[in-house]
């Protein structure tokens, strides 16, 4: 049973005033270059629907959301620059608990009505992810839904019995041991099995040209550089907090330590807005957002279940999806990854 949940926009106080979402997807297209005619085609709307749905919004609100010169095609007025970037932000920061919501709703409905129980994931935020959960729930039953915490509370989660899949991370090189110890002392060999999804890496998210010549960690600070933070207890801000460390740089030096996201696509989001000018994550979601990437540390993403679980029977269906030719085909959308070993066992070093 599938359940999706969705943001729906209204500005103002009346109900007419609720935002129809092919707006936003027009503005998107017309973002990216489109025009207006080729725009809404894209989003299979008519030209006509299309310039009404502008034309009520431009009226309503008393300025243009779109500039339309002839012979010079369509651009985002600053009004439709701000809406759009306003419901970039939205998703980028509310998808991830609406994605959880639905995983924990569908559980639930599973467990009232006659259709067999989902596999429960509790993953740390990563765009590969959705391209996995696609294709497992594409095969039938059981399903795969996810939701979304910190690295470690996801193995905590999976301990806990909350969950049958975790998914966490760790660097590759130091200071992988550091980080590593709080995944060995709750991932029992005997008692769970660890298998490797992809290589990825983590870097600097900055503005395109990267005006402020930001190359590594201290040059945060020696730019007093607008930092984005991820929240306590995600492997990305323990990635983070120990490379500073490393680097001999105080978290009070870093302008902005305390801001904080919870997605790696909201981190994107503020340094794309103009809200932050450097943020920490993954280069993927750089690239969704057209920013600079600096590259500073490789990842492994690891899969983690308990080798007693409902999830043993499914393993290897898992493992097929992972080392099969069509999920290493639909992530090339995804920079940053390496699939080299996907599926295969993974050793902590227990």
């Known amino acids: 049973m599938n359940v999706e949940l969705e ?28 025009s207006l005619r080729s725009a809404a085609g894209a989003v299979g709307a008519s030209y006509r629907h299309a310039w009404g749905l502008l034309q009520r919004w431009e009226q309503w609100m008393g300025t243009p959301l779109v ?15 701000c809406l759009l970037w306003a ?35 509790v993953a740390s935020h990563d765009l590969a992810l959705g391209v996995l ?11 795969l839904n996810i939701q979304y915490r910190g690295s470690l509370d ?37 008692r769970y099995r660890v298998l490797h999804f992809a290589f990825r890496e983590q870097g600097l998210m900055l503005p395109p040209g990267n005006p ?50 919870f997605t790696h696509l909201a981190v994107a989001a503020m340094v794309a807005s103009g809200a932050a000018t450097a943020g920490f994550g993954v280069e993927a979601a750089a690239s969704r957002f057209s920013l600079d990437f600096v590259p500073l540390i490789k ?25 099969g030719s069509e999920f290493r085909n639909n992530m090339r959308s995804l920079p940053g990854y390496d699939l080299s070993g996907s599926g295969q066992h993974f050793d902590l070093g227990l």
């Open 7 to 34: 943001i729906r926009w209204r500005i103002g106080p009346e109900s007419p005033h609720k935002v129809d979402p092919l707006l936003f997807r027009l503005l998107h297209r017309i973002d990216q270059g489109d």
């Open 67 to 81: 500039d339309l010169e002839r012979g010079r095609g369509a651009s985002l007025s600053p009004l439709g620059r």
């Open 87 to 121: 419901e970039r932000r939205a998703n980028s920061r509310m998808m991830p608990s609406l994605d959880s919501i639905s995983a924990e709703t569908e559980h639930e409905l599973a467990t009232l009505v006659a259709t067999s129980l989902p596999l429960r994931m």
């Open 133 to 143: 959960k696609e294709q497992i729930n594409a095969l039938g039953d059981p399903r």
């Open 154 to 190: 996801c193995v905590r989660q999976l301990v806990a019995g909350q969950c049958e899949i975790a998914g966490f991370h760790m660097p590759v090189e130091p200071p992988a041991a550091e980080i590593e110890s709080a995944y060995r002392r709750l991932l029992q060999p005997d």
């Open 212 to 261: 402020g010549g930001i190359f590594e960690i201290a040059d945060l600070a020696k730019t007093k550089a607008q930092f984005v933070n991820r929240q306590p207890g995600s492997g990305t801000r323990m990635l983070f907090d120990t490379l500073l460390r490393n680097s001999s740089v105080q978290s009070r030096d870093i302008r902005g330590y305390e801001n904080e996201e």
């Open 299 to 323: 990842e492994r993403y690891l899969l983690a279940m308990e080798r007693r679980s409902p999830a043993s029977a499914w393993f290897d269906s898992l493992v097929a999806v992972l080392q």
